[in-house]
């Protein structure tokens, strides 16, 4: 549906696309934080190092809820107004950012992650379709190129802000910085949204008192539970306002009476305004989002729970892939027949479905860089990992800025032009890249520069991407088009991670074989360049396939006009 923020006029919806970019700059700084603080997350939740497979969850539980849902709130945010699903978004990431500050076991802190996922997740596509509601098929590159920009330089800011927060205070500072962030710019949207009067008719008095009693259930049990978490020691220790605490199965802060007695006050207020939200669900098609959820959760947790060293898919995949493979198969069955599917028909096809292929390649591409450039300089540099995180710095600052480049040049250029050229440029980049040996990174003027080079050709794909996608679908699909484009682009790296890692080591254990001497160190940093030529090379290919496939994506940002729901297939 077209959305009605603010005023007639686009200024205040302006507004509230510049605070929506910094919340999605916010959640994406938080995806990349948890690599410093990992260690000490762990250790906060009795984790020690030696057992660092453990510790997957808390990344794989923030990808799950950043994946799982996204096309669910695309969807939402096609039927609802913007605002709202903003609003709703960021509700969801503090109160997950809360959550994560105060664990003190693992499944709580887990629990904490996912929910910040999934609210951080929801913030892009309803940004980049409040971009499509602002401007017209062919003007969309430079706004879409601001958004990309702001959303990358996120990712760079994350960690430095982190690395900032760690050396005064502990890891929990940052989930608190989070949750105070998450309230400003939670206000801010209120602020500068305006009022939503379009279509909203005056509330009964006994609506309005429902209403009231849920926000006043929902409100208490947000606190009980906080406090729960929390556990204060004053009150634990008390002969009788510790009872509440005392947790009914082992150290649980979740199973005692304040836990529990939280999460029912919390099913109370979702159960009185159940005749709100469950119309939507079902008008969103509530089977449709569980089954690409699960299909989705099924492919994350089969490549995130795997052991590089030792397979592509872990034991748990054997299990999940074929219940992702039947929930996709039920789900094409459920999307011919449903009258209103998830993804309105006619969405993926064409032009949309080559820019969601083109946006999985980047994502192959841009893991590669990620993962393997920090590793050379550990292997090389003998950096530590922070040390080896900033040799990567160089890259991230040149993501943003070939971001914006790319939106701007998408409107003279078209988009197909933009992100080929990109994506060779990146292509020939990473060619370089993984023939660097031992020694490269000691020339930090050439390293610099291919790295800059590699950086801007990613960037330069990204608001094309976009546009095509949006281009390519009807006005009252934005959201869910945006969406899918996000979840190809994590797609490709969640798979492109697990599938060029498993070939690097699989070079790195031939060489190894070959060593006349398998205890020389020398050598072994030799076979260790040698995995990440491979992975690199893997990347250069998976960038170079994507700025073919990107020529299709047409010469002008209107080349292809918006289709209406159900056309096609």
């Known amino acids: ?191 500068f ?10 509330a009964s008095g006994v609506r309005r008192a429902s209403g009231s009693a849920a926000a006043t259930s929902a409100g208490l049990g947000l606190l009980l539970g906080g406090l729960a978490l929390a556990a204060p020691e004053r009150l634990v220790t008390d002969v009788t306002l510790g009872v509440p605490f005392v947790p009914f199965v082992g150290q649980s802060r979740v199973l005692t009476p304040a836990g529990l007695v939280s999460l029912g006050l919390l099913v109370v207020g979702a159960g009185l305004t159940a005749r709100r939200w469950w119309p939507v669900l079902r008008r969103a098609d509530l089977l449709g989002a569980v089954l690409v959820a699960v299909a989705l959760g099924a492919l994350v947790l089969s490549f995130a729970s795997a052991d590089p060293e030792r397979e592509v898919v872990g034991s748990l995949g054997l299990v999940l892939l074929p219940v992702g493979a039947l929930a996709l198969a039920v789900l094409a069955w459920w999307h011919r027949r449903a009258p209103s599917p998830l993804v309105p028909r006619g969405v993926v096809h064409g032009l949309g479905l080559r820019a969601q292929a083109v946006s999985l390649l980047v994502g192959a591409a841009l893991v590669a860089v990620i993962v393997d450039v920090p590793l050379l300089a550990r292997l090389t540099l003998s950096r530590d990992e922070t040390g080896a995180a900033l040799v990567l710095v160089r890259f991230l600052l040149a993501v943003p800025v070939g971001a914006l480049l790319g939106g701007l040049a998408t409107r003279r ?27 490269s990174l000691d020339d930090a003027v050439g390293a610099t520069v291919v790295l800059v080079v590699v950086g801007l050709g990613m960037g330069l794909a990204i608001a094309p991407v976009n546009d095509a996608a949006l281009a390519d679908a009807p006005p009252s ?93």
């Open 193 to 202: 949204g305006g009022r939503r009067t379009s279509g909203v008719r005056r």
């Open 477 to 569: 699909a934005h959201g869910v088009a945006s969406a899918l484009v996000v979840v190809a682009r994590m797609v490709g790296m969640i798979v492109g991670l697990a599938l060029l890692t498993s070939l690097g080591l699989r070079r790195y254990y031939e060489a190894v074989r070959r060593l006349p001497d398998p205890f020389d160190t020398e050598a072994l940093i030799g076979a260790g360049v040698v995995q990440v030529q491979t992975v690199l090379l893997g990347g250069a290919v998976a960038a170079l396939l994507g700025a073919v496939l990107a020529l299709t994506l047409g010469t002008t940002a209107w080349a292809a006009p918006a289709r209406r729901p159900g056309s096609g297939s």
């Open 413 to 439: 250029f078209g988009d197909g032009p933009v992100a080929a050229v990109g994506l060779a440029l990146a292509g020939a980049g990473l060619v370089a890249m993984s023939r660097w040996g031992p020694h």
């Open 1 to 191: 549906m077209t959305v009605a923020l603010g005023t007639a006029g686009s200024e205040p919806r302006r507004a509230l696309l510049a605070v929506a970019s910094v919340a999605v700059a916010l959640a994406a700084a938080d995806s990349y934080v948890v690599v410093l603080a990992l260690t000490d997350m762990m250790a906060g939740v009795g984790i020690g190092i030696e057992a660092l497979q453990e510790a997957t969850p808390i990344i794989s539980g923030f990808l799950l809820g950043y994946v799982a849902v996204l096309p669910l709130v695309g969807r939402l945010s096609d039927l609802l107004d913007r605002q709202r699903v903003l609003l709703a978004c960021l509700a969801v990431f503090v109160v997950g950012s809360a959550v994560t500050a105060l664990a003190v076991d693992l499944s709580v802190l887990v629990g904490g992650r996912v929910l910040q996922g999934v609210g951080g997740g929801g913030l892009v596509p309803a940004t980049l379709a409040l971009v499509a509601d602002l401007w017209p098929v062919g003007a969309r590159g430079a706004p879409l190129g601001v958004v990309g920009a702001v959303q990358e330089l996120g990712s760079v800011l994350g960690p430095l802000l982190g690395a900032a927060i760690l050396a005064w205070s502990g890891w929990r500072a940052i989930f608190w910085a989070n949750v105070v962030a998450g309230v400003i710019l939670y206000a801010a949207v209120l602020a």
